[in-house]
Structure formats: structure tokens, C-alpha cells
């Protein structure tokens, strides 16, 4: 199959249908002027020959009449003619010629005229004398050995052709500027199904499984998305499934990793009894458990989320919930409140919010070397809750995807499992916010949740 040149490749839909339009508006038009000219332009020349044969056959008459009252004197007959818009009359009388105009003589006439006049048939040329166009109009004079013929200018008809050029020429381009906009039209409505399967499949990959599309309006649509609808609800019901299986085994695992925490909470109480060779194995196994402990937690908050768990939506007052959730994490106070912030209650999700801020301070704590401060800010319209840390930052290439599900920075040594800063997108989210990492100048990176002061849609 025969490829389109790279400079075609590289135009949009819309820009290809426009200039289709544009080249299809251009053709019709060349086409249309075209025919309108050559009959337009006949039609001119048609009726200026009729009028000079008519006109040129009177003067003729004329010319017989004083002819048969005067004898062969023709330059005496010629005085007073042309009488119409011929510039000049001729005649041929027992081959001697005379002229009305001497600039204007026997040489301008075709040879191939004279023949035709002589053997008694009416005939026209147009002949050019310089840079001027002349009609010339020949017959026989009846009953005479005799040859008239009358030159009349073009001028007018080289006008109206002119002027039917210009015309032809101004509507041509404004024929291709309107093919240009009904292109552009065109595009705009035919593509305009295109632009809502794009919104609807940026809101799928946002994780929004509920959009649909309608393609009732246009039959040519139904296929399309009737698929594009069966493959979202298919998607829709294995999320679903996937997110009750993991809520499934998340809830079955904890029944016995609450009796294990527990348990081992009692040897942990009585680790002076142990015996030294035991104490270091114990150590071990009480950070995977609460390791464990974390990453069930962890499956359970995404499983959640994937199901559609509903927020929950009650007046907090934010600075106390992040003061709290902040200092409880790390285990000293690391939270300051700015200027404005401190009385500001919102509707939100406690447990979603809670939990969001002590991920970031957890993350901080155990990949960013310390979290060196939170910051509750109210800027404008917005909450601004900022959490930074000690460590290296975060790599440029890892920004786009370290809130992506297992993702972890790169030589990342700790014990986690790459869901916590998942959970803080979907909650932030949520909740109308957005989450955002850089790094700080001084060093370390630097996490910013703006929550909208307004409730959520």
C-alpha cells in the first residue's frame, strides 16, 4: 500500500479535511469560471458579429443604391460611409479598391476573406493590426462586380472579456476562502465525535470507569461506541472483581496477622526472658510483621479505591488533623501552621486525609533520610499541606510515574512495597486536590497537596 508523503503524514485530520475542501473549491471553481468565460465570450463576439453583419449589410445596400445612381464612382460613395461603429469601410470595384480610411487599406484583409467575398458568400475575421483587435466584415455587392467589406474594433468586446476575467478571478478566491471555512466546518463537526471519544478515554485511563459514550445521533457512530461501551464495562466489571478479590484477601489476612501482631506483642513484652541467641530472630520477625501489617493496610486502602468506595464527608479542621496525623507518624513534632490556615475547616474524608499525610511523612521517614518539616498554608483558594525531607530527591525520569502503583525510586533500600504514594494521589484526588513532588533546592525532595477551599463536585 502506497504511503502519503511525510509532509501529508504530518497534518492533522483536520487540517487534511480543510485543505480538501479548499483544493476541491479551488477545481470547481477553475472548471465553472472556465465554462462561463468561453460562453460568455462567445456570446459576446456572437453578438457583436451579428450586429456588424447587419450593420455592414446596410451600408452595403448603400453603397449598391448610389452605385446604380452614380455608375461605378465609388470613392464618391464611400465619403459618408461607414455610418455605424465601423472605423473603416473598403471596397473592391472591377478589382480597383477604395478606402474610407487610409491607415486602414486593403493590406489588413486576409487573402483567404477576399476569396471567400469574391466567390459571393458573407464572411468575418478578426484580424490584428498592431496591438489593436479588428472585426472585418465582407460580402458581395448585389448585382455588382463589386466587394464590400467594414472594420469595426473589438475594443469593447476585449473589455467585457477583461472585466469577465477580473470577476471570474475575484469569485474564484472567494469561491476557495469559502471552501475554506465550510472546510474548516466540516472538520469541526465530523471530528467533534472523535474529540468526545478522546475525553472519554483520558476519563478511562484517569480511572473514571463510569463515562459512556452516546452514538444514538449518528448511525455511523453506533459501532464504535457500542465497542468502545462494551470495553469499558468489561473493564469496569474485572476492575471491580480484581479490587473485591484484593478486599477479599486483604480482610482474610488480617484475622490472623492481628493474632500474629498480637502474639507478638507478648513475646515482645517479655523479650528479657528470652534468651540472647532468640532476642536478635525475634527482632527480625516483629519488622516483617510490621511490615506485613503495612502492606495489608496498603491493599486494602487501593482495593477500596478501585471498588468505588464512597468518601466519607465530615467538618474537619485541617491543621489539627495534619498536626496530628504528621507528628504521630514521625514521632516528634515536624508540623508548622501558616498564617490563615489554622482555623480553616473543611468537608473532607478524616481517615482518607489522615492517611494521606502520614504516607508522605512515612515516605519521608523511610526513603527521603527524615522528614525535615510539614507546613499547612492557605493561599487564595487553595489549602496547601507541604511535606519535605533530607534525602536525595527524586529523580527526573521517576517524577511521571512515582505515584504509579509498586512504583519505588531508583537504589531504594527500604522495606516498602511502592503503594503509598499511589494511595495519596487516588485520596488527594478524591477530594478535588492534586498532589505534586520536586525538589528542593537546598536538597531532598518536596511533596504539595493543594486542596480546594471550595467542596468538591
Known sequence: MRRPARWVGRWGMRRRVTV??????????????????????RAV??????????ATSVDAGQLEARMAAQGTAAAVSLEDLPRTQAVAALANVADRWYASAPTLGPSVLPDELRRAVRDQHVATQRVAVGDTLYLVVGMPVPGRDASFFEVYPMAGASQ????????LAAATVV???????LGRLASR????????????????AAGRLGVRLDGEDDPDLVPITDSFNATVADLDRRVVADARFATDVSHELRTPLTTMLNSMQVILNREDRLPDDLREPVSLLSDELARFRHLVTDLLEIA????????VLEPVRVADLVRRAADGEAGRSVTEVGPGAAEVVLDLDKRRLERVVANLVRNAEGHGGGCTGVRV???????????EDDGPGVDPEQVDRIFDRFARGRGTTSSGVGLGLAIVQRHVALHGGTVEVAVRPEGGARFVVELPLAPPH
Do not use: Y
Not at 20 to 41: D, E, N, Y
Not at 45 to 54: P, S, Y
Not at 175 to 181: E, Q, Y
Not at 380 to 387: D, H, I, N, S
Open 20 to 41: 480538501g475542501f479548499a483544493l476541491l473549491s479551488l477545481i470547481l471553481s477553475l472548471v465553472l469560471s472556465s465554462l462561463a468565460w468561453v460562453i460568455v465570450t
Open 45 to 54: 463576439v456572437r453578438e457583436a458579429r451579428a450586429t456588424a453583419l447587419a
Open 160 to 167: 467585457a472579456s477583461r472585466s469577465l476575467s477580473a470577476g
Open 175 to 181: 469561491t476557495v476562502l469559502l471552501g475554506v471555512g
Open 189 to 204: 463537526v465530523a471530528l467533534r465525535p472523535l474529540g468526545r471519544l478522546n475525553e472519554a478515554a483520558a476519563a478511562v
Open 304 to 311: 477500596r479505591h478501585e471498588a468505588g468506595d464512597q468518601l
Open 377 to 387: 498554608l492557605r493561599e487564595e483558594a487553595l489549602l496547601r499541606v507541604v511535606v
